[in-house]
């Protein structure tokens, strides 16, 4: 059986779609590779993977660690080099060849490629990280930024592979810096098969999902509260779903009886399809957000910017309805349709029916 090397930046479990993206991925190597896992940890998130799974190396990550790992990396940009550790590069320049592939997962871990050799390197670029830090209002306010294409740059054209999500992504990265990229399918959860919907009028509900602890996410959380929330519809209600809502948000808005805080779920899907569209307002980050593809799989109707719909192919049955602005998002959840379960079910068989399954192994030619 092949080997491969599996080095990410996050522990693979499902607290974010990045990380069960990872998940999910080792589970579907088990039966055809030899797997060795290195993570970087993360505070309160714990790791989720097959028994299979070696698990052979894990690294902490601190303010400390990230300082230390850019003083020895100054020429690359913090964002790729807070990951660096010196016996890490050593122990793959020593190993590396008892591999069949490399794969380096999340743009945080790509700076060892600067160094690697190996006929089979893999990149997982989940997010093209200039077009993401580029949209954020203080990028031109910070020097550092200046190195941020090159590094993204110079690591890229080090990799025999690259993978990204979507179309969109693939054309950007070749307009960026020349390269050629492969597309790979996110993981439609199972459970999202399992969705039933309840045979009556929904009430008036909606919901928002995510990890809060990311910028962008609650950014357009908080942005919403201030100036959608308050000129909805009063028998409106609202459920937010995901791990990491700071205790600020929810004093604030803990004796609201239509905000409802139900954290990180299990199976957030049954919510979701439960709502009658899931409430998206991302005015930053980049890449496909999953969140929207999954909920689209559900058959649950999004709101959402230009950001939150890019590279995903619109269904054409009206799911996926474009807010610009805040008086978007009011008209849009004010003048909502209860009679939502015909239109749920033709959304998912659409969806069902356009979603190409991308496999990794294919790709590999380890199956």
């Given at each position: 059986?092949?080997?491969i090397?599996?080095i990410?930046a996050?522990?693979?479990?499902?607290?974010?779609a990045g990380?069960n993206y990872?998940?999910?991925?080792l589970?579907s190597?088990v039966d055809n590779?030899?797997?060795d896992?290195?993570?970087?940890?993360y505070?309160?998130?714990?790791?989720?993977v097959?028994?299979?799974v070696n698990i052979?190396?894990?690294?902490?990550v601190s303010k400390?660690?990230k300082?230390?790992s850019?003083?020895?990396m100054p020429?690359?940009?913090?964002?790729f080099a807070?990951r660096f550790?010196?016996d890490?590069?050593l122990f793959?320049?020593k190993?590396a060849k008892n591999?069949n592939?490399?794969y380096?997962?999340?743009?945080?871990?790509?700076?060892y490629?600067?160094?690697?050799?190996h006929p089979?390197k893999?990149?997982m670029?989940?997010?093209?990280?200039y077009?993401?830090?580029?949209?954020?209002k203080?990028?031109?306010?910070?020097p550092v930024n200046?190195l941020?294409?090159?590094?993204?740059?110079n690591?890229l054209?080090t990799a025999?592979?690259i993978?990204?999500?979507?179309?969109?992504?693939?054309l950007?990265?070749?307009?960026?810096?020349?390269?050629?990229?492969n597309?790979?399918?996110f993981?439609i959860d199972?459970?999202?098969k399992n969705?039933?919907?309840?045979?009556?009028l929904?009430e008036?509900?909606?919901?928002?999902f995510?990890?809060w602890?990311?910028?962008?996410n609650?950014?357009?959380l908080?942005?919403?509260?201030?100036?959608v929330?308050p000129?909805?519809g009063?028998d409106?209600k609202?459920?937010?779903i995901?791990?990491?809502?700071?205790?600020t948000?929810l004093?604030k808005y803990?004796?609201?009886?239509?905000i409802?805080?139900l954290g990180?779920l299990?199976?957030?899907?049954k919510?979701i399809?439960e709502?009658l569209?899931?409430?998206?307002?991302i005015f930053q980050g980049?890449?496909?957000?999953?969140k929207v593809?999954e909920?689209?799989?559900?058959?649950?109707?999004i709101?959402?910017?230009?950001?939150a719909?890019?590279?995903?192919d619109?269904?054409?049955?009206?799911s996926?309805v474009?807010?610009n602005n805040a008086?978007?998002?009011?008209?849009?959840?004010?003048?909502?349709s209860l009679?939502?379960?015909?239109?749920?079910i033709k959304?998912k068989?659409?969806?069902?029916s356009?979603?190409?399954?991308?496999?990794l192994?294919?790709?590999l030619?380890?199956?």
């Amino acid at each position: 059986m092949k080997k491969i090397l599996f080095i990410t930046a996050f522990p693979p479990n499902r607290m974010t779609a990045g990380q069960n993206y990872t998940r999910e991925l080792l589970s579907s190597f088990v039966d055809n590779l030899e797997i060795d896992l290195i993570f970087f940890s993360y505070p309160n998130h714990t790791v989720d993977v097959n028994s299979k799974v070696n698990i052979l190396k894990t690294f902490n990550v601190s303010k400390i660690s990230k300082l230390v790992s850019w003083l020895q990396m100054p020429l690359v940009h913090p964002f790729f080099a807070f990951r660096f550790r010196l016996d890490m590069l050593l122990f793959l320049l020593k190993n590396a060849k008892n591999y069949n592939f490399i794969y380096f997962d999340f743009s945080q871990v790509f700076v060892y490629s600067l160094f690697l050799k190996h006929p089979h390197k893999i990149l997982m670029s989940h997010d093209v990280i200039y077009q993401k830090m580029k949209r954020s209002k203080w990028f031109k306010l910070n020097p550092v930024n200046y190195l941020l294409y090159s590094t993204e740059k110079n690591i890229l054209k080090t990799a025999e592979t690259i993978l990204t999500f979507s179309k969109k992504d693939q054309l950007l990265l070749k307009d960026l810096y020349g390269m050629n990229t492969n597309i790979v399918s996110f993981f439609i959860d199972k459970k999202i098969k399992n969705v039933k919907y309840i045979d009556k009028l929904f009430e008036r509900k909606f919901c928002f999902f995510g990890a809060w602890n990311r910028p962008e996410n609650l950014e357009g959380l908080l942005w919403f509260m201030d100036t959608v929330f308050p000129f909805t519809g009063i028998d409106i209600k609202f459920e937010i779903i995901g791990p990491g809502l700071d205790d600020t948000f929810l004093q604030k808005y803990k004796t609201i009886d239509r905000i409802k805080y139900l954290g990180f779920l299990e199976d957030p899907y049954k919510s979701i399809a439960e709502s009658l569209a899931l409430v998206a307002p991302i005015f930053q980050g980049a890449g496909v957000k999953v969140k929207v593809v999954e909920s689209l799989a559900t058959g649950t109707s999004i709101l959402g910017t230009e950001i939150a719909f890019e590279g995903i192919d619109d269904l054409g049955d009206g799911s996926m309805v474009l807010c610009n602005n805040a008086d978007d998002y009011i008209k849009a959840i004010n003048e909502f349709s209860l009679d939502v379960i015909n239109r749920k079910i033709k959304t998912k068989l659409l969806f069902d029916s356009s979603y190409s399954s991308v496999n990794l192994l294919d790709l590999l030619e380890v199956k």
